[in-house]
């Protein structure tokens, strides 16, 4: 199948092998939504969505502008139905998904943090989980709006008020942060980003985003100012592109490739492949005992979503001043999302 090959060249390197035995034999069906798919994010997202022989049925929805986007996404040469769903047929579109990637909400212009995102995005997420908490309250959640470190605990909290909410199928997406800091460090290294994988754990946004270089065989030898530069840049990587858009948003391409890479891995595992291994920001036990019930570690993806949450594993003398600055504003942000709910 050819937009699954490129597919598997453009989003899904590491994984062609399994492309290529799957997309002969996709006999299960998986249905996914994507909230917000007429934005910045949603149309490239919903591109490449349409591209993973995963997928065999898209929903697109959003409050403008989605029922085009499902026409475009649908003229692309693989099977499986695209539709696209208006502000009044939000339960429609929800109906049956298994997986459903929300990027609505407003992006940031310069000067604004992504707390500042907060009064706008939060009651848009708090909606749309409410709308999933009724309508198919089994689906993996994989939540992209910003303030990530808010907006993952609100959708939490608003399943937990539904009497829905499994810990294991709510998701915050940080993959950006990871494919950043490889990039970042290749173009140090002059390796390979494929060679420069860094852990990156904590939250996203600014100092919550603790990349662990010294896990990287490749970064171990960075010290001085080089070290301080690439923590800076990888931590406000998303600053250089709000820059660059000059008001006119916030990263949309690399998140798009980010997010879909992510989906591919939930969906791998909700098929059951084995040691589908990747970053999220979930419900965790790591930093539980300080206040801290959301973090991003690696965590295993299997049929019922995360079946097991990995420790941070060994930190340099950099890397526990690091976590000890993150801790506490990611503290704040969880709680912040946490009350935005329980006062509605
Ligand atoms: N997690 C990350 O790493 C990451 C990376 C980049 C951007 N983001 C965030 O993703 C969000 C979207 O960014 P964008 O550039 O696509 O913005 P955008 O403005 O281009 O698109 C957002 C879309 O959401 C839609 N929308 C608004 N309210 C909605 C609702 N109630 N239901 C459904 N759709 C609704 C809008 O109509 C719009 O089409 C922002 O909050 C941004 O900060 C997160
Ligand atoms: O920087 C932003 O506001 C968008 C996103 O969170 C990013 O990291 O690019």
């Known amino acids: 199948m050819f937009a699954g090959r490129i597919f598997a060249r453009l989003v899904a390197p590491a994984f062609v092998s399994q492309f290529r035995t799957f997309s002969s034999s996709a006999a299960r069906q998986t249905k996914v939504a994507v909230l917000g798919a007429g934005g910045g994010i949603g149309q490239p997202l919903s591109l490449l969505l349409k591209m993973d022989p995963f ?132 173009e140090i290294t002059a390796k390979d980003p494929k060679e420069s994988v860094v852990t990156v754990v904590g939250g996203h946004s600014g100092v919550t985003i603790v990349p662990l270089l010294s896990q990287s065989p490749s970064a171990k030898d960075i010290s001085g100012e080089a070290y301080e530069k690439i923590i800076h840049r990888i931590q406000f990587g998303g600053d250089e592109v709000v820059k660059a858009k000059d008001g006119a948003g916030s990263a949309t391409l690399s998140m798009a490739y980010a997010g879909a890479r992510f989906t591919h891995a939930v969906l791998r595992g909700l098929r059951g492949h084995k040691n589908v291994i990747t970053p999220s920001f979930v419900k965790s036990p790591l930093f539980a005992d300080q206040g801290v019930d959301f973090f991003s570690s690696k965590v295993e993806l299997g049929p019922n979503g995360v079946e097991k949450i990995h420790p941070v594993g060994d930190l340099s003398a950099e890397e526990e001043k690091l976590l000890a600055a993150c801790l506490p504003d990611l503290k704040k942000n969880i709680e912040k999302g946490k009350a935005f709910v329980a006062q509605a």
């Open 55 to 186: 997928v065999s049925s898209l929903s697109l929805y959003d409050i403008r502008g989605a029922p085009g986007v499902a026409a475009d996404v649908s003229h692309i040469d693989v099977t499986g139905a695209v539709r696209g769903y208006t502000a009044d047929h939000l339960d429609e579109a929800l109906d049956g998904a298994e997986v459903i990637v929300i990027p609505a909400g407003v992006p940031r212009k310069p000067g604004m943090t992504r707390d500042d995102l907060f009064n706008t995005n939060a009651s848009i997420v708090r909606d749309l989980a409410s709308a999933i908490a009724r309508v198919s309250p089994q689906a993996h959640i994989l939540v992209i709006s910003n303030p990530v470190n808010s907006t993952v605990p609100i959708v939490a909290a608003t399943l937990e008020k539904a009497g829905v909410f499994d810990p294991r199928r709510v998701f915050g997406v940080t993959s950006l942060d990871v494919s950043r800091a490889a990039r970042f460090l290749s």
